[in-house]
């Protein structure tokens, strides 16, 4: 009931700082303030608030000088308010299929969900090159629920499309295998070499796809 009053209203402040945080590895109240547009009271009731539900912890985040800052990050209880492309009944049809047909049965299945997928970026980016390519595909993620967002690094020549949500976890977590289809996927629909690295702090999810500079 509480997700659902909440997602009702994308611009519900409360929402706001959990997608904040989402696409971070943790925030502060003062960076919180800088992001979301509120007060530093406002923006620390709505922490406190969402803390006390069991959407936010605390941890004391170590700085350059000084002592440490107090910073939010989610609790595994706020992916609920994040999509999900492909719920809970996906998963155990693909663990229904396994032990009904064998281990590799799934795999099978995989292989044509991620070569359909492929195919579906590639007809809706077929008319973009070099970056617009890369945008299009963090755009079309984005889209599709991974919460993605591209982004150049100047310093080591690389692209990147960075998510900080997996519209799939649960089925992720049961076939470790899907994380060499998300990889593949990338290269073949970006037509490069790409390194998929992936990070999980607390409630925090970020998965990096570096592509190498074409030029």
Known sequence: ?????????PHNPKLSILREIK?????????LCQRVGLSYMGI???CIG????????????????GRPEKAYRLTDGAKEFFPSRYPQFSL???????????????????HNIYKAETQRYEIK??????????RGLAQLR??????AEYSFDNSSRTHRITEYNSAIQDCLDSFPMI????????????RAKVRREEERVSGLYRCTFTIASQN
Do not use: C
């Not at 980016?125 to 890369?134: A, C, I, K, V």
């Not at 984005?142 to 919460?147: K, R, V």
């Open 179 to 190: 994380h060499d289809y998300e990889r593949q996927l990338f290269e073949k629909v970006l």
């Open 23 to 31: 696409r971070s590895q943790g925030l502060s109240v003062t960076e």
């Open 92 to 110: 155990q049809i693909l663990e229904s299929v396994r032990e009904t047909y064998g281990s590799l049965a799934p795999e099978k299945i995989l």
């Open 142 to 147: 984005e889209e599709d629920g991974y919460m």
């Open 50 to 65: 969402l803390e006390r539900e069991g959407y936010l912890d605390t941890w004391r985040r170590p700085k350059g000088m």
């Open 44 to 46: 620390k009731q709505h």
């Open 1 to 9: 009931m509480k997700t659902k009053l909440l997602t009702r209203n």
């Open 125 to 134: 980016l077929q008319r973009l090159d070099g970056e617009s390519r890369y």
